[in-house]
């Protein structure tokens, strides 16, 4: 506190009494020119700098030691992680004729504190601060990047001092731009952006709703990861603080790491579970539920104020390939099993390790700062994005495949249960289930009618040929009997040469005898059974229903009783069972 006070001093003193003219600290590189029509001049290239590890250095200390300046070693725009303040000095010109009003621009919104000095011809004329820790409401200009409006004389020698200190990376993209430019450029930006975080809360939205409906657990796993991703890319391009929680700073200078660490957890998690890792590869899904879990400590001490920024950072750089070198070998291995959802995996995964790793070389400031580096990563998500959608879709399509799988099966079995195995027909089980569907249906104008046949002569011709030919004349029977009935009529086998017929919506005993006789005839004709000829007859009782009962019990013993009388009056004859009298009429 008291360092910021003397710093705010400094600079009303400054301001009002201004520097002598010998305070114009010498400058090897020549001053840039700043030319209207370029639009926008990168300030790199003409910047000298100053390393300050106190960090206590105030801007009058830079005289004596300007001897000391040097031009930025390693990757352009980059200087990487770094513990000490750093004070970078560019001089500048506006030639006569020009207007002079330029936006100095640091297009990377994770730096906590930037400092801006700007003297003419020796006198500091301008101070402004901007960062991530200074409340959006209290910044120079309310705008996503740290820009600072300049209105620079022309013909004159201008200078700007930047006091950078950060626990983020010190990436230090530095231009000078018209607002028109400026303007221009944001737009841009604004649109990309907003069409990447359209479609993060689109697959959001919809794998959310998958989940409610399916219960599936991947599509829960896979709105963290996505969650995860679209909160980080909101926050790192500087959209959350102009948009959302500008005014929030701890939220400005933390979401960032914190929401990487989540995706990282949900990318595990899913990623475990889509290429049933656990099942093929146990202590591969072992390590990859491990970092799962380091990710999500972290996350939790993060948010908690147990581990501070840089360890948060550090983390979620040393865990953000684990994905890949964790997941990427087993979905190789399933896709060359011929798995369609490992091959999307692969893909996106694979593009989406060139753009983490370029993310991890940009932060720890091994590649220069420029539009592809900053925004590899997010091109490599946005492509993994599209993939793992691919994979939901395979994964939904197996789910509804394995389902129908599972009701084929099911119906499968139900039908074993109620079918006769020789010939196809529904068995007891089977008929009782059509009788319980047709009976409520009954009435005095649509009668049902239940028919039991019994061959005359089956057993002759099955100890003469054998039990084999016995069957496939069961077999034969069977399809005759079929013949004369219409499609919502059954034919069902009781057992050995007993058979069922269930016939619905017959208007009156006529109809049902008529039914009767089409059955008669149809074994009436010699079955060729092995090149032979083999002849049998039949024997039908029959009830009706409401007339003869009201449940299938009861149709069938009149049925049974009726039959049981033809066979006693000489066999291929047809007899109704009635209830009235407990008799049978031929």
């Not at 959209?239 to 989540?262: E, F, I, R």
């Amino acid at each position: 506190m008291n360092i910021c006070l003397r710093h705010l001093l400094l600079h009303l003193c400054l301001l009002l009494c201004g520097l002598p003219a010998g305070a114009v600290w010498a400058q090897p590189l020549p001053p840039l020119q700043l030319v209207d029509s370029q639009g926008e001049v990168e300030a790199w290239p003409a910047l000298t700098m100053l390393s300050d590890p106190t960090g206590l250095w105030q801007v009058e200390d830079l005289q004596r030691r300007q001897a000391d300046l040097r031009a930025p070693t390693g990757a352009r725009a980059n200087l990487g992680v770094r513990r000490d303040a750093v004070w970078l000095h560019v001089a500048l010109e506006v030639p006569v004729g020009e207007r002079g009003r330029w936006l100095l621009d640091i297009d990377y919104p994770s730096l906590d504190r930037v400092e801006v000095y700007r003297f003419t011809e020796g006198r500091l004329l301008q101070f402004a601060r901007v960062g991530d820790d200074l409340p959006f409401r209290l910044r120079p200009l309310q705008v996503r990047t740290h820009a600072v409006a300049l209105d620079l004389q022309p013909g004159l020698r201008h200078e700007l001092w930047l006091r950078v200190q950060t626990t983020s990376s010190m990436v230090l993209p530095v231009s000078l731009m018209t607002a028109e430019r400026y303007n221009q450029r944001e737009a841009t930006v604004q649109l990309l952006q907003g069409i990447f975080v359209g479609i993060g809360l689109c697959l959001l939205i919809y794998s959310i709703a998958q989940w409610l409906s399916l219960r599936e657990p991947t599509f829960a796993l896979y709105a963290v990861a996505i969650s995860g991703m679209t909160v980080f890319f909101f926050a790192y391009y500087g959209l959350g603080p102009q948009h959302v929680w500008g005014n929030v700073p701890w939220l400005t200078a933390n979401v960032a790491p914190l929401s990487v660490l989540v995706a990282l957890v949900g990318g595990l998690l899913f990623l475990d579970r889509t290429l049933f890792v656990a099942q093929h590869h146990p202590r591969l899904s072992l390590a990859m539920r491990g970092a799962a879990l380091a990710a999500g400590t972290a996350a939790v001490a993060f948010a908690s104020g147990l581990i501070d920024y840089r360890m948060a950072q550090l983390v979620s750089t040393v865990l953000g390939p684990s994905p890949i070198v964790l997941g990427l070998p087993a979905a190789v291995v399933r896709m060359r099993s011929g798995d369609r959802a490992a091959l999307y995996v692969v893909i996106g995964w694979s593009l989406y390790g060139v753009g983490i790793v370029v993310m991890a070389a940009l932060l720890r400031g091994y590649v220069a700062s420029n539009w592809w580096t900053q925004h590899a990563f997010e091109l490599g998500m946005l492509i993994e994005m599209v993939m793992w959608q691919r994979v939901l879709a395979v994964r939904q399509e197996q789910v509804r495949h394995e389902a129908a799988q599972a009701d084929r099966e099911r119906e499968a079995l139900r039908s074993l249960a109620h079918t006769d195995p020789l010939t196809g027909l529904p068995n007891r089980r089977g008929l009782q289930a059509e009788l319980a569907s047709a009976l409520p249906r009954a009435d005095s104008d649509r009668m049902l009618g239940v028919y039991l046949l019994d061959l005359d002569g089956f057993k002759a011709i099955n100890d003469r040929l054998g039990h084999d030919a016995g069957d496939e004349l069961l077999k034969l029977v069977a399809q005759r009997l079929r013949a004369p009935l219409r499609h919502r009529d059954v034919v069902a086998r009781l057992g050995g040469d007993e058979f069922v017929v269930m016939a619905t919506d017959l208007p009156g005993d006529d109809e049902a005898r008529r039914l009767g006789q089409k059955l008669l005839d149809a074994v009436a004709a010699p079955f060729t059974v092995r090149e032979q000829l083999c002849k049998v007859g039949l024997t039908v009782g029959y009830a009706l229903a409401p007339l003869d009962g009201l449940d299938a019990d009861s149709l069938l013993k009149r049925a049974d009783a009726a039959m049981y009388a033809g066979k006693q009056a000489g066999k291929h004859t047809l007899r109704r069972g009635q209830a009235s009298v407990g008799l049978v009429s031929a």
